[in-house]
């Protein structure tokens, strides 16, 4: 079994949260993979897929194909970009066979970083270390799209030091969805606001998240309630040792 | 987005008594609905999820026959279906009958088909006293407002809210206490039943090999409207037919657990025509209407058709993080939740509300509840690109377009990318960068720390 | 003519043809379990009485008519004709009229009687419903007028569920306009979700099981 493992950063971990992919980066290597990172990846469209703008998302769609075609195995340290990927480039390219054929052969070989742990590494002990009362956000494409629910949990109960509490409700959106936050303000916020409560009840000092828009999201919203919460992508959780 | 939509948006997040309202009553039934769909409870729960979904499409994709099928077996019992293309053709039957009959006065049971044609306006306008006899809907009418959820259509209001509307609308001294209220509305209620021409109804259900209708209620206004008057006439969309009687056994086990967490409603009527030689009681005379009302113009589009499933149980609304802060009024028309944000573009034109299909972070929590797996996230982005391909037709939100052409240029164009990386935190407006907690930018991409590894 | 203008709408956007045959609809299971009579009596009973209704155990039509008796307490009623409420001697009990099969006398006791007794087709066990169907034994407006209800039936008419149900009856239509599946006393929670029983349906009912 080949050991190699191509990175899929995204743009908004590479702009805004490149130590999220550092922390990956450490995590696979720890477990013995081979990382290598494509150099032409860009984005996998989902901002202009979500906004309407299809012709828009195809073009960037395409160039992902093309960056990532020949990599045996793709990872994601976030669970919305994985099922754009995964889900939605099949929709996008519904009408150009051979495209689509493409997306059919690649969609196979792109994981979110806690599945690909656990269901190809197939490993829940990553050997990390992390003294901490933390609570886990389900993100919404992650849990409902990927069907992740209890793979970062056990991935967590690992964490040697590490108390995890489930807040509730638990499951809810946090309210960014991409351009709705932007669109919709007033009512992202609101929802933010909700998350934010629920976390802080749960007494923990840090939550944990798939995707770093939920944890940008969910970060504002617990500045705004004065709260001293730390976020913490489960990459950065998992590399600590 | 219309001002409108924006206001009344603002103006639901910002009534911390609607807000209060609506959360609780939501969270409510969403959790009743949980513990009757729970796998311990009810194991079955996916397979008849799928079941449903199954019949619904195939009920779609053969609604031809299925209406012809149910119209020959409506005859065959006495019964008349009457086909209205639109809301017009619904009050017109429904004047006419009242001419011919003499009838002044009609009892109605909850239905939001009536809703979406105004019929009770379009009644009144001619002089016609036309009462809904669900008290949540009693209320609302006695209010002069639409129901502000599915199937519970006075949520957002409050006892105080309903002492001051008997008090104004029906001159009676102040009553706060919920269950004097209540008895205060059966007794009015019950001389409008017992003196009524014609009793109206909605159809949960037609049942194509029966030429029956279903409904499902847990007052007993529904049995009470079609049982009481001489005449009953049913309205409801194409869309609510099932094949068979026996496929009761799946929605029926799905419509009161996935609606407000029940395993069958109070009363389950399966009404098929008017009373039969050595009936003693119901009513004489039994009339479906059909209603298109553009239904038909979801068919041809198979990505979005299954919106024409829905049962109208209302669990979307219940689990949906937006409807559950914004309120069914915030909605442009009769429909609310994640159903309303399909079904009303799709019925009146992605152009009443260009807005309505962004209105969601696409959380999916909807699409997990549905009882008939309709797709409504997926739902929600197809219009999304039907808006944008309008717009560009009409060369409206020009801007908005160029900066996602721009977008995928760019990210087309790796070089070109890695070049704008730090401009685009400064491209990014203050206000959400302080949003989301980006103070200042990291000193290095991950791209530039990667290649100095 | 809306009715060609509407199919021939549906009809051109399904791309189908008129009078083109479908497909066979996808087949529902009725899965009907098997459980003893004891069992079915126990569970309907329990279940009536977790929707707050009020049950008795009959082990004779005549415990059945002294029960009724006295759960009238005094009060009107108004029985069916049905011939299982003869059996059991309901209409000879005082204060009871019966025998009605005018429909504008019926309705004018009915609205202003207190109590009005029906047997049942059928009961099922798992939802505690009771199967109404209407014909010239059973009119509708005696179960849904009076405020309260008191429904006698032997115990082999009660069905396990809704599968069951539509196995022994798939075709409701073919015998009766009205099939009614009463569960539990009529309910609102219109008002700020408070619970509320009886509105326009009877807010008390009892279920009798005899045998």
Known sequence: MSDRVSLFVTCVVDQLFPKIGLSMVTVLERLGYQVDFPEEQTCCGQPAFNNGYWAEARVTARHFLDTFDACERIVAPSGSCTSMVVNHFAELFRKEPETLARVEALRRRVWEFSAFLTDVAGVEDVGAHLDEVVTFHDGCHALRELGIRSGPRRLLAHVRGLELREMQPVEECCGFGGTFAVKFGELSCAMAASKADAIVRTGARAVVSLDPSCLMQIRGALTRAGASVRTMHLAEVLASV | ?453 | MSRENILHRVRTGLGRGAGLAISEPPAVRLRVPQVDVETRIATMLRRVEALAGKTHRAPTMEDARAFVEAALAGRGAVASNAPYLAECGIPSLAGVKSGIHDREELRAICATIGVGITSANYALADTGSLVMLSSAAEARMISLLPPAHIAILPADRILTGLDELFTVLPHPAEITSSMVLITGPSRTGDIEQILVRGVHGPGELTVVVVG
């Open chain 2, 1 to 453: 987005m219309s001002v409108e939509f924006d206001r009344k948006i603002h103006a639901a997040l910002n009534d911390s008594k609607l807000q209060l309202a609506v959360y609780t009553a939501t969270a409510r039934l969403k959790e009743n609905r949980e513990n009757v769909v729970a796998p311990s409870v009810l194991p079955d729960y996916q397979e008849l999820r799928t079941q449903a979904n199954a019949l619904k499409k195939h009920v779609v994709e053969n609604l031809d026959h299925y209406l012809e099928e149910f119209e020959r077996n409506v005859q065959a019992r006495g019964g008349k279906v009457i086909w209205a293309k639109d809301a017009t053709e619904v009050a017109d039957f429904v004047l006419s009958l009242a001419r011919e009959r003499n009838a002044r006065l009609i009892v109605k049971s909850k239905s939001m088909t009536t809703e979406e044609v105004d019929l009770n306006e379009r009644l009144e306008h001619h002089g016609l006293e036309s009462v809904e006899t669900d008290l949540g809907e009693y209320i609302v009418q006695l209010a002069g407002e639409r129901p502000f959820h599915i199937v519970a259509p006075a949520l957002h209001k409050d006892r105080y809210d309903v002492a001051d509307i008997f008090q104004k609308r029906l001159g009676i001294e102040r009553e706060v206490v919920p269950e004097k209220q209540t008895l205060i509305a059966r007794k009015r209620l019950r001389e409008k039943f017992l003196a009524a021409d014609i009793g109206m109804s909605g159809a949960n259900f037609l049942v194509a090999d029966s030429g029956a209708i279903v409904l499902v209620e847990n007052e007993g206004n529904a049995r009470l409207s079609t049982t009481a008057p001489k005449v009953h006439v049913a309205i409801a969309g194409i869309e609510k037919l099932i094949p068979r009687a026996q496929d009761l056994a799946v929605f029926l086990k799905l419509l009161g657990r996935s609606c407000t967490g029940q395993e069958l409603t109070v009363y389950t009527s399966f009404l098929s025509g008017a009373r039969r030689e050595g009936e003693i009681d119901g009513p004489d005379e039994f009339y479906v209407v059909l209603l298109d009302n553009g239904r038909t113009r979801l068919l041809p589009d198979r990505g979005k058709r299954q919106s024409l499933y829905c049962i109208r149980c209302s669990a979307c609304l219940n689990t949906c993080p937006v409807y559950r802060r914004i309120g069914g009024h915030s909605y442009p028309w009769v429909y609310g939740g994640p159903i309303g944000a399909i079904l009303t573009p799709q019925f009146l034109g992605t152009a009443h509300e260009p807005a309505l299909p962004f209105a969601s972070s696409l959380c999916g929590a909807c699409a997990e509840v549905c009882p008939v797996k309709i797709d409504i996230p997926k739902v929600l982005l197809e219009l999304r690109s039907e808006v944008r391909k309008s717009e560009a037709r009409e060369s409206r939100n020009r801007l908005e377009k160029l900066a996602f052409r721009a977008f995928a240029w760019v990210t087309s164009h790796p070089r070109v990318y890695e070049m704008l990386a730090p401009v685009t935190m400064a491209l990014m407006p203050a206000r959400l960068r302080d949003r989301f907690g980006l103070a200042e930018p990291p000193a290095r991409t991950f791209r530039q720390l990667w290649s100095r590894r």
